[in-house]
């Protein structure tokens, strides 16, 4: 595996694995890597060539009172863990080279960012999150790149800004890779003292709660809402949302009749943990 940190290097890196035929999957990260992000670098070797891990800790998707300082970051973990997994090229950018002295552009994806994470954090972090997905789709130019279903909302922003834009990039959503208790992988885990990472499970727990209340036939929002809420309150955990929305265009609905996502984003503990899934009523 080959380490790069300018626009140069790995656009090069890029260009040699083209000539020989080769396609590019992207997998963008801000490291403290673990499982979810590896499951993606397992479905982008499976279907290319070049294998291309993003490791940068974007700080315009940050709010001023975010934890942008204290992100955990060990980039030798990092570049073992993702060599082990089949990453071929590590790109690895100081915040210069992507954001040089008097950068000036950002890109809006309007309407599927004020709401749930747009509204709950501010739109500017979806604002961060499209300037810099559509920075490194410019320096790379893959294929394919992959994101995780774990982040439901980015998932649509990414995949709109693609259409939009009319960007040559396939977006491809893996599944939620969990502890085993249940817990979604986060890098943000790391923050839970052990009393807080047990609280977290209800996160996941009240979406299974929710799914229950749908498969016994309660379809309405309210009811399904309960559902998941009684088991955050158990845990004394207050959500900043806990929503249910269409999946393709984040309207809030008012009952689980096809698909529907489940989103909550909650404080535990020091750690803003989020989670999600997709509701389907029973035939
Ligand atoms: P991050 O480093 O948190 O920006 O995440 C990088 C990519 O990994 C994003 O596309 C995330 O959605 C994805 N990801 C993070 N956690 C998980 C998880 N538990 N399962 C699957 N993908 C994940």
Do not use: W
Not at 9 to 37: E, F, K
Not at 99 to 127: C, E, K, M, N
Not at 227 to 236: D, E, I, K, R, T
């Amino acid at each position: 595996m080959r380490i790069v940190r300018t626009v140069a290097d790995v656009r090069a890196a890029v260009r040699d694995a083209r000539s020989r035929g080769a396609s590019i999957g992207l997998v963008p990260t801000m490291g403290a890597l673990h499982d979810g992000h590896l499951s993606l670098v397992r479905a982008a070797r499976a279907a290319n060539g070049l294998v291309v891990m993003s490791l940068f800790v974007n700080p315009t998707q940050f709010g001023p009172n975010e934890d942008l300082a204290a992100y955990p970051r060990d980039e030798e973990r990092d570049a073992r863990l993702a060599e082990d997994a089949g990453v071929d090229v590590l790109f690895a950018p100081p915040v210069a080279e992507v954001y040089p002295q008097g950068f000036a552009t950002s890109i809006h994806v309007a309407g599927l960012t004020d709401v749930l994470d747009g509204a709950s954090r501010g739109a500017g972090h979806f604002d961060g999150v499209a300037t810099v997905v559509t920075k490194l789709f410019q320096m790379v130019a893959p294929d394919d790149a992959y994101f995780g279903q774990k982040d439901a909302q980015q998932v649509l922003v990414i995949r709109r800004l693609v259409r939009d834009l009319d960007m040559p990039v396939t977006v491809v959503a893996c599944p939620t890779v969990r502890e085993p208790d249940g817990l979604a992988m986060s890098s943000r885990n790391v923050y839970l003292d052990p009393e807080s990472r047990e609280r977290a499970t209800a996160l996941n727990r009240a979406l299974d709660a929710a799914e229950r209340e749908v498969a016994e036939g309660r379809t309405d929002a309210a009811a399904v809402l309960a559902a998941a809420s009684a088991v955050l309150g158990a845990a004394g955990i207050e959500p900043e949302y806990l929503e249910l929305r269409s999946p393709d265009d984040l309207r809030e609905v008012a009952r689980v009749a096809g698909p529907t996502l489940l989103a909550v984003a909650a404080r535990v503990g020091p750690a803003r943990l989020i989670d999600n899934r997709i509701l389907e009523a029973a035939p």
